[in-house]
Every structure is written in C-alpha cells, then in structure tokens.
C-alpha cells in the first residue's frame, strides 16, 4: 500500500491564482482530512470529510474548498491564493469512527509545501 | 478552553543519555492521546495511543504514560536516529459528529552521537 499520496510537493502560487492539492488514499479509510503546519502552532484542520460525497469545515476553513466524489480521493482547492496561506498543507485519513466516538489514528502524507509571493 | 502545551519545545541529548517529553493538556472529556514522531520534510508517523489514566504503551526505546492531566513520552538510552519532531495531539468530546483533535506544537529532539 502506498498510504497517503499527496501532489505536488511544492508549489509557488502568486497572490490572487488558483490551484488545487491533490490527496489521495488506498486503505479504504472513510474519513479525510486537510490540516496545515505552521511554525510555532499546532496542525490545524481545514476541511474534513466522514465519507464520499459528505465534507464539512474545520477550524480554519476559509479561502479553501473541498469536495469527496470517490472515497480515494480528496482535493482541497485554493480560491485565490493569500500570503497568508504560505505554509504546509497534510492530508490524512483514518478508518472510520469507532463506536463510543474513540477514533483509530490519522495516517498522514508527506505533505505539499506551498509559497504564495 | 482545550488545550495541548508540549515540553520543552527542544530538547538536546546525548547518546545514551534518558529523557523525557511532556504533553499536558486541558479537554473536556479525553477521548484519546497520540503521540506522533515527524521528520523533517516528512508527515507524522503515529507510534501511540492512550485512551485511559494509567495507561503505558512501549515501543523499542520510546514509552508513553498517561495521567489525567499529562502525558509523558520517555525516551531510554536514545540514540541519533531518534532524532526528530515528537508531536501530541489529544482527542477530545466535544458532543459533534466528529471528536475534536488537537494538536500540540511538538517538541524538537536532537541526539548527538
């Protein structure tokens, strides 16, 4: 299994573009789900999703989009980029939630390094 | 407010030289406690889960305790290839569909040879 396979690596966006991160998952997990790193704060989830067809908005969803036609794969869209969404961008995927809410833990991808100039 | 604080925010050892990590944490109602083990360019690598006080995972030269107020990672006899960004995050009832988890801001480990 390759896990979490995420694309590009790296990217460099000029402030108002476009672009899409790519995620992708082969172990059947239900859930997905976008985070970001920065320095000196903890990974913060963007958007998640419990299922295909099924997204809902995490603590800092603003200015991304997201959407789940497969259970395979999650993109997270970027409107128009913003100096301040220069940073490190995780997908992750988990099995689905256990019974009395105790969650399996997050399988996450290398991740794609974005600037925004 | 749920919160995750990690300690030290760097810590450099010696080979050989036994240490520890804290994660202390303020949640309503913990589901769950991971530990995360990050290299640079790399996404976190998960190595443990705690659900319950008392409770100890081990896993070659790494094990992790919990408490109901912190958790502690204890590295014995490490060595360089040990070398990374430990990360917690914790797991918490927040009553929505999907429990809330949250992370800390890690604690960068540098083993020397």
Redesign the interface.
């Known amino acids: 299994n390759a896990g979490v396979t995420q694309t590009p690596k790296f990217q460099v966006l000029k402030t108002g573009q476009s672009m899409t991160l790519q995620c992708a998952q082969d172990m059947n997990h239900e859930y997905m789900s976008w985070y970001r790193q920065d320095p000196g704060m903890g990974l913060r989830l963007i958007h998640y999703s419990v299922g295909a067809g099924i997204t809902d908005q995490g603590e800092v969803p603003n200015g991304y989009n997201v959407s789940r036609s497969t259970t395979e794969d999650f993109p997270l869209r970027l409107l128009s980029a913003a100096p301040s969404q220069t940073s490190v961008y995780f997908c992750a995927s988990r099995e689905r939630e256990k019974t009395h809410g105790y969650n399996s833990p997050l399988h996450f991808g290398n991740g794609t390094r974005l600037t925004v100039t | 407010e749920d919160q995750?604080t990690q300690s030290p925010e760097a810590l450099r050892l010696q080979e050989g030289e036994s240490s520890s990590l804290n994660c202390s944490y303020t949640v309503s109602g913990l589901?769950?406690l991971?530990w995360?083990r990050q290299d640079p360019?790399?996404?976190?690598?998960?190595l443990f889960?705690l659900?319950s006080a008392g409770e100890e995972k081990e896993k070659e030269r790494l094990k992790a305790t919990l408490t109901k107020k912190e958790s502690f990672l204890h590295i014995t006899a490490p060595k360089p290839e040990d070398s990374a960004t430990y990360?917690c995050?914790v797991?918490a009832?927040n009553g929505g569909?999907?429990?809330k988890?949250?992370?800390?801001?890690?604690t960068l480990l540098a083993v020397q040879p």
């Open positions: 995750v589901r769950g991971f995360y360019g790399k996404g976190p690598e998960f889960t659900y990360l995050a797991q009832r569909a999907t429990n988890l949250i992370f800390g801001t890690g």
